[in-house]
């Protein structure tokens, strides 16, 4: 299931944003307070965080019996008032990261870094590894599993009514951060399952129209091939087949995600990081 909708040009930067200050340092802003704050590693490939606890979702808490409303139907109408939901919260939000341009609420699964389960629970200061499958990180800490809300959810996740988690595409990192639903993911690992998610991405429409005319072009090419042998029907069913997953892929064009200049530069960003993870700096050598 997939949602696109477009959000109009507003001024200034979102709530919820990426800032950038030199070469290396890079922070996750919600408002004022700084959510994580992030070094880039020159000699491998990815970059040294910490969380501040600062973040606070930009979709309200979700009540049982809206919840419920939402849930009364499976298959393709579940998936679509989850996304029109979240996509009604994000658009009224003051701290969520929505800025002019097209957005997409995917239902498709993300290619998660094999042990993400585990790499949830670590500490608020860790290392994100862009090499291999794209890693996932929660905003705030997970809590455990006897936390009331997640047992609560934990019997949602068993007989499967579970809401989704959200979570955002970013390049930067090249993978995922959590927007909503942690308490939710929580649940959703201690009963050993897989959580249904729904993935917000900002799409490249001039990017996604070059691959869908490419897309074209090369279904009208093979099928032209296949039109001249003998026996089409089966050949064509599959082809057509491909063809409607490439173009739904195609849509999924993602667009590199915006940063904007951190005010004050390098000063600001380590006065930041010495204020709210005290001693941080100095373990990263």
Do not use: N
């Not at 047992?151 to 993978?175: E, F, H, N, T």
């Not at 009208?220 to 029907?233: F, H, K, M, N, V």
């Amino acid at each position: 299931m997939d949602l696109p909708f477009d959000v109009v040009p507003a001024p200034g930067r979102p709530p919820l944003r990426f800032e950038v200050a030199g070469s290396r340092l890079l922070a996750i802003r919600q408002g004022d307070d700084p959510v994580v704050l992030g070094r880039i590693d020159d000699g491998h490939y990815g970059v040294d965080y910490v969380r501040t606890g600062r973040y606070r979702s930009p979709v309200p808490p979700l009540r049982a019996a809206h919840a419920a409303g939402l849930a009364a139907d499976g298959g393709e109408t579940w998936w679509a008032r989850w996304a029109h939901h979240f996509r009604s919260e994000l658009s009224d939000s003051a701290y969520g990261p929505l800025h002019a341009g097209r957005w997409l609420l995917s239902s498709r699964v993300p290619r998660l870094r094999r042990g993400w389960r585990w790499e949830l629970y670590a500490a608020d200061e860790g290392y994100v590894d862009y090499e291999g499958d794209r890693p996932l990180l929660p905003l705030r800490t997970p809590v455990g599993p006897g936390d009331g809300r997640v047992k609560a959810y934990r019997k949602q996740a068993r007989d499967g009514s579970l809401p989704p988690v959200l979570i955002w595409w970013v390049s930067c990192l090249c993978g995922y951060v959590v927007l909503d639903g942690h308490d939710r993911l929580a649940a959703a690992l201690a009963e050993d399952r897989e959580p249904p998610w729904l993935e917000l991405t900002r799409v490249d429409p001039i990017k996604a129209a070059a691959v869908t005319r490419m897309v074209v072009d090369r279904y009208l090419e093979r099928e032209a091939i296949i039109r001249r042998s003998p026996g089409t029907a089966p050949a064509l069913t599959v082809l057509g087949q491909r063809f409607g997953a490439d173009l739904r892929e195609a849509e999924h064009d993602e667009a590199r995600t915006r940063a904007w200049p951190l005010a004050g530069g390098t000063v600001a960003w380590t006065r930041a990081a010495e204020e709210c993870a005290p001693g941080w700096l100095t373990s990263l050598g």
